[in-house]
């Protein structure tokens, strides 16, 4: 496994380095790269936003074997993913709310904050205190997905006055070092927690420099932004009635919800699958977000002029090959009879899932959601994502340690071919709709996330 694993990761790296170089010397330069004043404004936001993003990646690989490590059982683990993930979506629906009445930079210095608070939760074995890390790790990912890019949008159009067109650049950009820092991040963490020998608690005290890091950064070199509120009831009821009224959105947010719960469960499911064949965890992470990187390249190609395939026949295959693996993890981890390498290559395959998912659902969302009711609508499709991936890790909780993982992968199975049927239902519906469509003079622009 130890082999597999290395091996794995040096390949997928040597595959996305040439398809990026390959990209790079294709791509004509673009005038936003040409005025000096956006480079130094870009760079601003990326010296900090870069170093949250970092922190947060360094903490992924070692999360479960920290709590394995602490000697606590796999239910009992269970439900400090299930308190982070209800921690996650209850300030998720404030979050936009918060940012906008506290101001983005002070919303991006709590960041800092509250997130080195959770790193440092990390170091005491007792439970209660890993609950209270939990709940300030949920407070700190919705803040860090929602002030950083408020912040910047704001900056970019009001105090700068750039075109509004060259801010999908900065996000694409931001979306590829993303993919890139979550492998050195990977790495990083194997070095510090298995390498050096300082064990699983090592990469969160790594975190906490780089959070102070980017808290200074930002107190000294932002602005503080404000916008005006609106009532966060009207922002709800406004996403539902948007919701029930356009069956496109319906049902983009039933595959949304049905996909990414399996994906928080394979989050969680992953370490103790594959940790007690030895694998080294901070590798077989970096190799995940390395196919996960390939994805994203692999969507950019086919959208572009040259194969000029559609967003949706990419969410398609995405949910087609999670399907597939989750099959192949149902035979992979039999009791007595598990093969952790054919885990490994599921694994792979769904992370490489993720690089074509994310773009093509972001590209469908902004062209069946409008602009003003795109938080209303989001907040309604992560409450239901959220609620099946706590159930799930609760029906985990109450089943038989040898047995429960195989039945969980069964279950995100039965899953995903729902998921799947409501991509046969959403194709069938905007089968003929033009506004979904890339065009064929510019391609698809957009990087995808993780």
Same mark, same amino acid.
């Given at each position: 496994m130890l082999v597999t694993a290395y091996l794995s990761f040096v390949g997928l790296l040597a595959s996305c380095l040439g398809l990026e170089l390959s990209r790079c010397r294709a791509k004509p330069p673009g005038r936003a790269c040409s005025n000096p004043s956006f480079l130094q404004f870009q760079l601003d936001f990326y010296q900090v936003y870069f170093l949250a993003l970092a922190a947060d990646w360094l903490q992924a690989p070692y999360l479960y074997k920290l709590y394995q490590h602490y000697h606590f059982l796999e239910g009992q683990i269970a439900i400090l993913y299930v308190c982070g993930l209800a921690s996650t979506v209850l300030f998720g629906l404030v979050a936009s709310s918060l940012v906008d009445w506290l101001g983005r930079k002070k919303s991006c210095v709590l960041f800092s904050l509250t997130y080195s608070l959770c790193c440092l939760t990390k170091l005491s074995q007792d439970y209660f205190i890993l609950l209270v890390g939990r709940a300030l790790g949920g407070l700190s990912t919705a803040l860090l997905f929602s002030a950083f890019e408020a912040w910047y949008i704001h900056e970019h159009v009001d105090r700068h006055d750039f075109p509004a067109e060259w801010i999908p650049a900065t996000f694409a950009r931001a979306a590829f070092w993303?993919?890139?820092l979550a492998v050195v991040a990977g790495v990083a963490a194997e070095a510090v927690a298995s390498w050096m020998g300082l064990g699983p608690v090592a990469p969160f005290v790594v975190a906490i420099p780089l959070l102070a890091l980017a808290g200074t950064l930002a107190l000294r070199n932002w602005g503080e932004n404000?916008? %005006?509120?609106r009532a966060f009831s009207r922002t709800c009821a406004g996403g539902l009635?948007? =919701?029930?009224?356009? %069956? %496109?959105v319906l049902l983009l947010g039933t595959i949304q919800a049905l996909f990414e719960s399996v994906i928080?469960?394979?989050?969680?499911?992953?370490?103790p699958v594959l940790d007690p064949h030895g694998a080294p965890?901070?590798?077989?992470?970096?190799?995940?977000?390395?196919?996960?990187?390939?994805?994203s390249s =692999?969507?950019?190609?086919?959208?572009?002029? %040259?194969?000029?395939?559609?967003?949706?026949?990419?969410?398609?295959?995405?949910v087609l090959i999670v399907v597939f693996s989750l099959f192949m993890l149902t035979f992979s981890t039999s009791p007595g009879q598990e093969s952790p390498v054919e885990s490994f290559i599921a694994f792979l395959l769904i992370e490489l899932a993720c690089g074509l998912y994310f773009p093509s659902m972001s590209f469908l969302r902004r062209k069946v959601i409008p602009e003003t009711e795109q938080a209303g609508v989001l907040n309604w499709f992560r409450v239901p994502l959220h609620l099946l991936a706590c159930l799930g890790l609760l029906v985990l909780h109450d089943s038989d340690r040898k047995t429960g993982t195989r039945n969980m992968f069964s279950i995100c199975s039965a899953v995903m071919v729902m998921a799947l049927l409501a991509v046969v239902g959403l194709f069938t519906v905007v089968r003929?709709?033009?506004? =979904?469509?890339?065009?064929?003079?510019?391609g698809e622009p957009y990087a995808s996330e993780l």
């Open positions: 993303n993919h890139v404000y916008d %005006r509120q009635r948007c =919701l029930l009224s356009d %069956r %496109r928080f469960i394979f989050v969680f499911l992953w370490t965890l901070g590798i077989v992470f970096s190799s995940f977000m390395a196919a996960s990187l390939l994805g =692999l969507y950019r190609i086919a959208t572009s002029k %040259r194969y000029h395939l559609q967003p949706m026949h990419l969410l398609s295959l995405a003929h709709d033009a506004e =979904l469509r890339v065009s064929s003079s510019t």
